[in-house]
């Protein structure tokens, strides 16, 4: 009944009394109704009686009233429903809101002060709301507990009595006013827009720059939104306020030093402030700031979190107009350290990246201009190997397998570490970093071809390493959250048999958030190899990273790998460990793909083990395997023709007939 302004036809008292009730769902509903009641009653106009009942609510004890009021009094704002005289009148006790104890209380006032200030300009900013919205800021920069709240807080979550006040307290509560007197700044300065440059002093400037080397990252992200504003107003040529000579070269330090913060929401603040920076400039103007900011634009590119990245891609076309690498290459040494920096910071994301951003270094720059700096970039690239953060050391094989061959005569020298990092991570836990470091393998064989010997002793000492591996084989091999958050290192977990019901690893243990909550690992010093810990890879491990290894291989070099398929059939035949379905899974994916690079002739000499195993795991409840095996048999039915492959089922594995007519068809 509330979302039809009709309903409430000549009563509107009833609507404006359920704007205090405690379905929030209700309080928008008497918002809606009480516009449509305006509009279609008093042309427009706020009535009297609507002007003092909300006035009353913005006073009402419970926070619900004072929430639904200031709904009504921004959708009015937006409407145009109110003389500025009614408008003001409502200021006093909506800036009092602003430290009221409910969040949202607060939250509401400070959106609701921004439609006033958009209605009626900058005489709702001027008093008291300055200097309230200044005071919710500046008193609360800080956090102020006593050391009995201190002892209290610690007994609530269950930490030690001589635990520190930064481990008792999160980093994202507990500030009381700060996050939203962030925010109603920011609404003010957006409703304003060019009318609040007067206002926009070097000592509140100071204020806001406070705000962003907070410790609060929603304190951070509010900042970097609110300098998105102050960027539009404070612009060459205009007058009142800060000059714009004083103005740019600070607020360009602080956006370069967002566009590299460890959290994404603030980055992404800091790409829309960056964006809105550059874009209000001179093309002459705009060159002072670009060796400070070019670097960090272009790696976020590449950041993990796809609003940033795609943000982050369309800004850096505006920037660079079609020219991107000639755009880096003008700031080649400062874009450089920043790649090498990021490789150190503590959000694994962002090592990642910055791997990625070396990549695209050797593909794209001039080598002439990129020369100078390559040993450093492969020592970077060597130590992101030993990361604790496994898709850091997937991101590093990636990108070292590329960058190798763009400088092989630099790359020399460094070839046997690097060859044997690939080596190593060809077994490591997760599969994604096995097929990764095959195809870095693969790279390097085209552009070194001394290697290619060692890669064929590894795939004759490690394929059959399958036929070692015992009954309790581990997937993963025991992620071990050695910090409170992230992708965390491998070190050891229960381990259970292939009879085991009751796999203690999934009970009693702590729950952790996803990496987006609080995405710190950082960077110890250990790793695998020769860092900080080692973890044992299971054999299993080391016979699918060969797997890889021979499609990475069958493209370029098909005659080294035809030899390889009988070994490659008889793997198969490994079932007496738990995750041996995984394994042929693997298999399964990479035949299909070997089979149109070598003869057929060698396909077709290892149909009598191969056929077997196909049935095996068509016949099996593990799904995966399963349709890995439907397509890899449609695809050698392709290869050597339905009949041809009828028959040698026929032959190799008759009991099976059924299974593989219901793939093929007749």
């Known amino acids: 009944q509330l979302l039809c302004g009709s309903t409430y036809r000549g009563r509107m008292d009833e609507a404006i009394e359920k704007l205090n009730s405690h379905a929030k769902l209700d309080r928008e509903c008497a918002r809606d109704a009480i516009l449509a009641l305006v509009k279609g009653e008093h042309e427009g106009n706020a009535p009297a009686n609507l002007v003092s009942g909300l006035q009353t609510l913005l006073s009402h004890e419970q926070w619900e009233g004072r929430h639904g009021s200031m709904l009504a009094i921004t959708s009015l ?138 410790i609060n990252r929603f304190v951070r992200e509010t900042g970097y939104y609110a300098c998105a504003e102050i960027v539009e107003i404070i612009t060459e040529g205009a007058e009142g306020g800060i000059s714009f000579d004083e103005f740019a070269p600070r607020m360009c330090n602080q956006l370069a030093i967002g566009l590299a913060d460890n959290w994404s929401q603030v980055r992404m603040a800091s790409s829309v402030a960056t964006r809105r920076f550059l874009i209000a400039m001179s093309d002459d103007t705009k060159s002072k700031f670009l060796s400070i900011l070019v670097p960090k634009m272009c790696l976020n590119r590449y950041y993990v979190a796809a609003g940033v990245r795609i943000y982050s891609q369309e800004s850096w076309e505006l920037l660079s107009k079609g020219n991107g690498p000639q755009l880096v290459e003008m700031y080649i040494t400062e874009t450089v350290d920043f790649y090498i920096s990021q ?127 015992k009954e309790d084989s581990k997937q993963f091999s025991g992620l071990e959250n050695t910090t409170q958050f992230g992708v965390a290192k491998p070190t050891g977990v229960v381990r259970y048999s292939m009879s085991d019901t009751s796999p203690d690893a999934h009970t009693d243990q702590q729950m952790y958030s996803c990496g987006s909550l609080a995405p710190k690992l950082k960077k110890s010093g250990g790793g695998c190899m020769n860092c900080a810990y080692a973890r044992e890879q299971e054999p299993w491990e080391k016979s699918d990273g060969c797997v890889y290894m021979l ?77 890995a095996a439907e397509a890899c048999t449609k695809s050698l039915a392709k290869l050597i023709g339905k009949n041809i492959l009828k028959g040698r089922v026929e032959m190799y594995s008759p009991e099976s007939n059924r299974v593989f007519e219901s793939i093929i068809g007749d």
């Open 77 to 214: 704002c937006s409407q145009g429903a109110l003389t500025e005289e009614q408008g003001t009148s409502f200021v006093p006790k909506v800036t009092a809101s602003l430290t009221h104890v409910e969040f949202r209380v607060r939250m509401g006032a400070a959106t609701c002060l921004g439609a006033l200030c958009k209605a009626f300009g900058v005489v709702v900013y001027e008093g008291v709301v300055s200097e309230t919205v200044t005071q919710c800021i500046t008193e609360n920069m800080t956090r102020k507990f006593t050391d009995d709240e201190l002892d209290s807080l610690r007994k609530k979550l269950g930490v030690s009595m001589d635990a520190s006040a930064d481990a008792v307290l999160y980093e994202s509560a507990g500030w009381k006013t700060l996050d939203t007197g962030f925010k109603a700044l920011l609404e003010i300065i957006r409703g304003c827009g060019l009318r609040f440059r007067p206002f926009m002093t070097s000592e509140l400037l100071d204020i806001v720059f406070q705000g962003l080397s907070h």
């Open 343 to 469: 490789s150190q910071a503590d959000n694994h994301a962002v090592r990642e990246a910055a791997c990625a951003c070396i990549a695209e270094l050797g593909a794209k720059i001039n080598q002439d201009v990129l020369r100078p700096h390559v040993q450093r970039l492969l020592e970077c690239l060597l130590e992101c190997f030993d990361d604790d953060s496994w898709p850091v050391r997937d991101a590093a094989c990636i990108a070292s397998g590329r960058f190798l061959g763009c400088f092989k005569e630099e790359s020399r020298d460094n070839l046997d570490r690097f060859m044997d990092h690939f080596f190593h991570h060809l077994s490591d836990n997760i599969w994604s970093v096995r097929e990764n470091a095959a195809i870095a393998i693969g790279r390097v064989c085209e552009n070194f071809d001394d290697v290619l010997p060692k890669v064929v002793e590894v795939l004759n000492d490690r394929i059959l390493a399958a036929r070692e591996q």
């Open 551 to 627: 499609t990475a291989l069958s493209e370029k070099y098909p005659d080294v790998v035809a030899p390889f398929l009988p070994k490659l059939a008889e793997l198969s035949t490994f079932h007496q460990f738990k995750h041996h379905f995984n394994l042929l899974e693997n298999i399964w994916k990479q035949l299909p793909i070997i089979m149109t690079r070598v003869k057929k002739t060698d396909i077709k000499a290892i149909l009598e083990d191969i056929i077997p195993m196909l049935a095996y795991s068509l016949k099996s409840d593990h799904q995966l395997s399963r349709v």
